[in-house]
């Protein structure tokens, strides 16, 4: 698994790259339609156990999409197995997707970046 890991980060960095470019599209047409396509909204997100390492990509993810800014995170209490991991709530405030969709979004974003950064692979 060690060696697919730069491939695994390389993937990441590909597929981060094509989010950024989509979500500047549904932001550049916002701004230059007169329709107003935002509905602002503050969610909560409890993350799977992470380094610190992964909560801090994350959050730099989150923040660098257009459209998301995470505004504070908390730690979770909680025991988890392995002293490196912990949980911790991400609190964002999203421009252009209901909860739901936004929850699946930084979902997803999470499974990669640990598929991506763990050495193992991470399970996706």
Request: proline share 4%; glycine share 6%; hydrophobic share 50%.
């Amino acid at each position: 698994m060690i060696v697919t890991w730069p491939l695994r980060l390389i993937g990441l960095v590909l597929w981060f790259m094509w989010q950024i470019a989509v979500s500047s599209f549904v932001v550049m047409r916002d701004v230059l339609t007169h329709d107003d396509d935002s509905d602002p909204i503050i969610v909560e997100y409890r993350t799977a156990p992470l380094t610190s390492w992964e909560l801090a990509m994350l959050a730099l993810m989150v923040n660098i999409t257009p459209g998301t800014l995470v505004l504070a995170t908390r730690r979770v209490p909680g025991q988890e197995a392995d002293a490196k991991l912990e949980r911790w709530a991400l609190f964002v405030h999203v421009m252009y997707e209901n909860r739901d969709e936004a929850l699946a979004s930084f979902r997803g974003t999470e499974k990669r970046i640990v598929h991506a950064m763990r050495a193992t692979g991470g399970g996706r």
